[in-house]
């Protein structure tokens, strides 16, 4: 059974970069069945589509986030990975890894529990 | 990219349906047959209920129905039950500058 998990710092500077790492299970990252996703939830707050990533390497980005964001795949340790350059308070939030599934339409059926991160100095 | 518009409360007694709506416009919504919604608890990842606006992946409850029309794709409960007290989000594909997905407000289903 496939199984996302999301590591990283916990908090982060304000204008430094949050770098957080999914590592996934039960499966490889290279199938192209899947694609993979970050979203994020700001306490309280709804759920933020951040950007995807496709086996080939192809990347897609929030229109709004796009000038901050990157996201890489790692085959070799079968993890992908966020960037995000210049946070501020507002990028506070729970975030997710989740995979965007063929299967199902490319709806993300799979999901980590989520990592918080807490932008402040 | 403007969030998807939907209710922020919807209430229903136990088994009763409700229907949560999730507006949007031509370039996502309207545009394609790709809207999904997710039921999320408290502390909890959000879980897929629909896809491709009416299709329910294995497992999911047939109470939980999908469908569209124009640029407002709807998510129906049927049979309300305690355990479905949580937020609700529509999340479509969307096409404006580049492709990319877009989440709805989210609507919180309170059980009566």
């Known amino acids: 059974q496939k199984q996302l998990q999301e590591s990283g710092p916990g908090l982060v500077k304000p204008s430094e970069t949050l770098s957080l790492t999914c590592t996934v299970s039960?499966?490889?990252?290279?199938?192209?069945?899947?694609?993979w996703a970050w979203i994020r939830q700001p306490p309280g707050k709804g759920l933020e589509w951040i950007g995807n990533?496709?086996?080939?390497?192809?990347?897609y980005y929030d229109p709004s986030l796009k000038s901050r964001v990157t996201i890489s795949l790692d085959t070799s340790k079968n993890q992908f990975s966020l960037n995000l350059s210049s946070v501020t308070a507002a990028d506070t939030a729970m975030y997710y890894c989740?995979?965007?599934?063929?299967?199902?339409?490319?709806?993300?059926?799979?999901w980590g529990q989520g990592t918080t991160v807490t932008v402040s100095s | 990219q403007s969030a998807l518009t939907q209710p922020a409360s919807v209430s229903g007694s136990p088994g009763q349906a409700i229907t949560i709506s999730c507006t949007g416009t031509?370039?996502?919504?309207?545009?394609?047959?790709?809207v999904s919604w997710y039921q999320q608890h408290p502390g909890k990842a959000p879980k897929l209920m629909i896809y491709?606006?009416?299709d329910r992946p294995s497992g999911v409850s047939n109470r939980f129905s999908g469908s569209k029309s124009g640029n407002t794709a709807s998510l129906t409960i049927s049979g309300l039950q305690a355990e479905d007290e949580a937020d609700y989000y529509c999340?479509?594909?969307?096409?404006?500058?580049?492709?990319?997905?877009?989440f709805g407000t989210g609507t919180k289903v309170t059980v009566l």
């Open positions: 999340i479509s594909y969307a096409s404006t500058t580049t492709p990319h997905y877009v």
């Open positions: 491709n606006v009416s």
């Open positions: 989740a995979r965007h599934s063929s299967g199902v339409g490319n709806a993300m059926d799979v």
């Open positions: 990533i496709y086996y080939s390497g192809y990347t």
């Open positions: 031509s370039s996502d919504v309207g545009g394609y047959n790709y």
């Open positions: 039960g499966g490889s990252i290279s199938s192209s069945s899947y694609h």
